[in-house]
């Protein structure tokens, strides 16, 4: 058996669904609907759906700063000199 070293790199998964942005209050657990989108897209829209969800008081009067949220990211590992898209 003959072994030899590979670099590989790191990048997004080019077959896999794209990424999703979801930010979530942490006081009333409204949630931001994300749409497609690529991610810088998706990160400005929910950071203003983060701002304007903010700017509103409740019944309370109390203003709903607080966000949790969930970024989910497809990456996969490819041997260094093969296009994106063909590791399986
Ligand atoms: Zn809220």
Request: glycine share 6%; charged share 25%.
């Amino acid at each position: 058996m003959t072994m030899r070293f590979v670099h590989m790199s790191l990048e997004g998964d080019p077959n896999a669904e794209p990424a999703i942005v979801i930010p979530e209050c942490t006081l009333c657990r409204a949630a931001f609907q994300p749409v497609a989108g690529d991610l810088a897209e998706l990160r400005e829209k929910a950071e203003l759906w983060c701002l304007d969800h903010a700017a509103k008081s409740d019944e309370a009067h109390r203003h709903h700063t607080g966000f949790r949220v969930n970024v989910t990211m497809h990456w996969r590992v490819v041997p260094e000199g093969q296009p994106p898209g063909a590791a399986a």
